[in-house]
């Protein structure tokens, strides 16, 4: 018959070899967690890095992509009509599509507005732009307008077309010259595309003109 101290000794010996050996797997444990940590740093970083090298990759692949979309015209032209019917016609030497904006760069642009005879205005200039979307020609430096009915020419640093209505407007100084004389104001605003003309000042810069006596009388 076992006797109650000796199964005292073997229930303490076996919650002792129990311990030792919970001991032992944790220390496995810390042992293995301690090999595999840096090893984890690494990966970690290692990857952190490589999203960072793939977002500039796919940064620069986009910004490629854009400038790819870019459409560049050679000496074309662009044709529409106002609300009232009547028709335009944008030509450049140049236009080069913004991939970004979907608006066009203009060189050398010419534009005609026609109003159904052959009476016909003319706006010429270095540069501009064609915004497709908002249906407006912003043209300049250098610009010169043309009127083919009166004969008059204005000369002004920017002129804006817009092509819905036809109005064509400059609020960078004018200076016009014509059968009748001769004209110079702070803005203009030339409405009915071409058939009507409206100078404007503002402080000093006070719309001044003389007139053309012979003009006037032929």
Do not use: C, H
Not at 17 to 33: C, G, Q, Y
Not at 102 to 120: D, E, H, I, Q, W
Not at 126 to 141: F, H, K, L
């Amino acid at each position: 018959m076992t006797e109650p101290a000796d199964t005292r000794a073997a229930e303490d010996e076996a919650r002792v070899a129990a311990t030792a050996e919970a001991f032992r797997v944790r220390s496995r444990r810390v042992r293995l967690m301690r090999r595999l940590l840096p090893v984890l740093i690494v990966i970690l970083a290692g990857g952190t890095i490589s999203w960072i090298a793939l977002r500039t990759v796919m940064s620069d692949v986009e910004r490629k992509a854009g400038t790819s979309r870019e459409v560049t015209l050679e000496k074309s032209r662009f044709l529409g009509q106002d609300a009232e019917g009547r028709s335009f016609v944008v030509g450049f030497e140049r236009a080069v599509r913004d991939g970004q904006t979907g608006r066009y760069r203009l060189v050398g642009p010419a534009l005609r507005l026609n109003l159904g005879g052959r009476k016909v205005t003319t706006l010429t200039a270095d540069g501009g732009t064609y915004d497709e979307t908002a249906r407006t020609v912003t043209i300049g430096p250098n610009v010169r307008i043309s009127d083919g009915g009166s004969g008059f020419t204005l000369v002004t640093p920017e002129a804006v077309v817009d092509t819905r209505t036809g109005i064509v407007t400059g609020a960078k100084g004018v200076q016009g010259s014509g059968p009748l004389g001769t004209v110079t104001a702070s803005s203009y605003a030339i409405y009915e595309q071409g058939e009507r003309v409206v100078f404007s000042g503002s402080g000093d810069n006070k719309v001044r003109g003389t007139i053309n006596a012979a003009g006037s009388d032929g």
